[in-house]
């Protein structure tokens, strides 16, 4: 592959990782700061306990980091250090 594209790779992996931490940041501060609001509409219509919708949220964010780390910042990296070698 020609160094021009790998560097262009490395670069959109690169920027998917930083507005991907940018969206889990904002979906982070939005649970945190409307869980006692949205908790009661979802635990009434999806008929959930609060120690069930607390364990779907933290799986999301589990989720969330690895989506993130390894579909975004693993590929950026390898890019990264095969720009180097050529």
Do not use: C
């Amino acid at each position: 592959m020609e160094r021009e594209k790998i560097i262009f790779l490395r670069n959109f992996f690169l920027h998917a990782f930083v507005v991907g931490i940018l969206f889990a940041l904002f979906y982070w501060i939005a649970t945190v700061a409307l869980w006692h609001t949205y908790a009661p509409w979802l635990m009434e219509r999806f008929k959930l306990d609060e120690k069930e919708l607390a364990a779907l949220t933290l799986n999301f964010f589990a989720n969330l980091r690895i989506v993130i780390v390894f579909f975004f910042l693993v590929p950026a990296l390898a890019l990264h250090w095969s720009a180097k070698k050529v």
